[in-house]
C-alpha cells in the first residue's frame, strides 16, 4: 500500500507560479513512476506529466510543456510540480498517482494509487 498526499495548492494570479508536493508514505520503494493529473469542473481528468524515479525521466501534456516540472526528492520521498506561466485554464484540482511498475503513460489506468487532491486556482 502506498499513501500519497498533495500539497501546495493555492491562489495565484495569470502568470504567477505555484509548487505542489506529492509526499508518498508507506511502500514507497514499489514505486516506479509517479504522475500528476488535473480534473477542472465539469471536465474529465487530464494528464499533465509523469517522472520516473529511478532513471528521471519525464513526459508532459501538450497543454503544459516548457511551463511546468516535475522533480523528485528520493530521501525524503516527495514528488513536485513547479508550474509557471499560469494561465486561467491551468485552475483545478491537481493530483498525484503512483505506478508500481509495467508501462506508464498518460492514462489514469496505468497509476495504482491516488492522492485526494489539491486545489489550484488561477484568476485572470
Known amino acids: 500500500q502506498v499513501q500519497l498526499v498533495e500539497s501546495g495548492g493555492g491562489l495565484v494570479q495569470a502568470g504567477g507560479s505555484l509548487r505542489l508536493s506529492c509526499a508518498a508514505s508507506g511502500r514507497t520503494s514499489a514505486i516506479h513512476a509517479v504522475g500528476w493529473f488535473r480534473q477542472a469542473a465539469g471536465k474529465e481528468r487530464e494528464f499533465v506529466g509523469f517522472i520516473l524515479l529511478n532513471s528521471l525521466g519525464t513526459n508532459y501534456g501538450d497543454s503544459v510543456k516548457g511551463r511546468f516540472t516535475i522533480s523528485r526528492d528520493l530521501l525524503q520521498n516527495i514528488v513536485y510540480l513547479q508550474m509557471n506561466s499560469l494561465e486561467f485554464l491551468d485552475t483545478g484540482v491537481y493530483y498525484c498517482?503512483?505506478?508500481?511498475?509495467?508501462?506508464?503513460?498518460?492514462?489514469?489506468?496505468?497509476?495504482?494509487?491516488w492522492g485526494q487532491g489539491t486545489q489550484v486556482t488561477v484568476s485572470s
Open positions: 498517482a503512483a505506478s508500481f511498475g509495467g508501462l506508464v503513460g498518460t492514462s489514469e489506468s496505468d497509476y495504482e494509487y
